[in-house]
């Protein structure tokens, strides 16, 4: 027992030992010390107590270590935000006039509930499916997205590369910055796709056509929804133009990017590898080189041209599904460009159940795809149970771009993968084949 020593005073009165004072009352009903568990006892912890728990790690910059870190496609759009100059990342990130599409579309995944089943066994879990009449290890491939480099140095090489790893398709742009050549030589054992816009020269779709064939492209997707280019305010805003210019703005935007910056001005100048070289806005392009012209006629000329799979994009009315499928279409993309085009549009996961239901009424069996606003993969589960056959990403593909190139991709398609085998098993299910309606409800706003 310690004692406290008093100063060297013969006369003082020593200091009372701890034992002399007496306890406080325990509370009524409180239990009394000798009746306490043990481990409900304080005591001074000993080193060899804490030395288990003082696990500091070094801390990790590498770009692995970055993208690891990122366990949702949100937080690879922060890293994407810091490390891209802010006109290549609002190109990708924003959308039409107000913005108001891509904001409902991404709302509309969040209004809604799912419906779990208990006492199933989901101790495997399979995401595969098939689309167009061959396999996919996951039911969501990659969209289209042109000037793709410009996102990042290693653009469409990274995402053709990736997806051939996943085992999912990828659909080049016509207005990307690798040729169908080179996507097809990057990723052969790739199930690669080829996005067309219809030109007012046929004689330039044509070729583009015969060349995608020849590159073992065994989809054609034809974009239909850009008659003129939506009013993309950010880019009008930022000076957005192809290649990007280097003005004041640019370079002092380049002061804290500099790998960004690095990474462009080292590799081949960016160009559209399916066009001639063009430098303009993204909206003067689109006005001047594609068709508004363009009819079902024009589709039936495409479907005696094309002899493989063929997918209309930008299906946005039940009525022109039914119609492109008349015409000879295999396959629907219900998408509003991903918000870019026309603001206020219908919004894909809305449409997805009646265009489903008129499917089935007509007993068709052509692929319904869906896009726009998938940010999970608890979105692609709920699409997949409303009727969707499949699923594609634009914008959370190039968020992993940004932030990491091929590897940030690769992540992208990580974090979705288990995101849809958890939601998957949480809801009861083990393939997809066996999602249903009955697994979502639509919630009432």
Known sequence: ????????????????????????????????????P??????????????????????????????????????????????????????TDGAAEEEITLRRARQAFLDIEFRPGILRNVSSIDLSTEIL????????????????????????????QAAEAAGIPYTLSTMGTASIEDVAAAAPNGRNWFQLYLWTDRDRSLELIER???????????????AVAGARLRDVRNG??????????????????????????????????????????????????????????????LRETWKGKLVVKGIQTVEDARRVVDHGADGVVLSNHGGRQLDRAPIPFHLLPEVRQAFTADNSNAAVMLDTGIMSGADIVAALALGADFTLIGRAYLYGLMAGGRAGVDRTLQILEKDMARTMALLGVSKVSDLTPDHVRLLAK
């Open 1 to 36: 027992m310690t004692h406290t020593i008093q100063p060297n005073n013969p006369e003082a009165t020593p200091a009372p030992d701890a034992t002399d004072i007496p306890a406080a009352p325990a509370p009524a009903g409180a239990p009394s010390s000798s009746a306490l």
């Open 38 to 91: 043990a481990a409900l006892k304080r005591r001074i912890p000993k080193y060899s107590d804490l030395a288990p728990l003082m696990q500091f790690k070094k801390p990790e910059f590498s770009r692995e270590a970055r993208l690891k870190r990122a366990s949702t496609i949100w937080e690879l759009r922060d890293i994407a935000k810091r490390r891209t100059p802010q006109a290549p990342f609002d190109y």
């Open 133 to 160: 009449g061959k396999p996919s290890r996951l039911p969501v491939g990659i969209a289209p997205t042109g000037f793709t480099r410009m996102m990042q140095s290693e653009g469409e090489y990274a995402g053709s």
């Open 212 to 226: 995608a064939a020849k590159a073992g492209n065994d989809t054609l997707m034809v974009t239909v929804d850009t």
């Open 240 to 301: 957005m133009t192809i290649p990007p210019a280097l003005t004041l703005k640019t370079v002092l935007d380049a002061s804290y990017r500099p790998a960004w910056w690095f990474n462009f001005l080292t590799h081949e100048p960016l160009t559209f590898a399916s066009l001639s070289r063009y430098t303009g806005t993204v909206a003067d392009l689109i006005n001047s080189m594609f068709d508004p012209t363009l009819t079902f006629e024009d589709l039936d000329w």
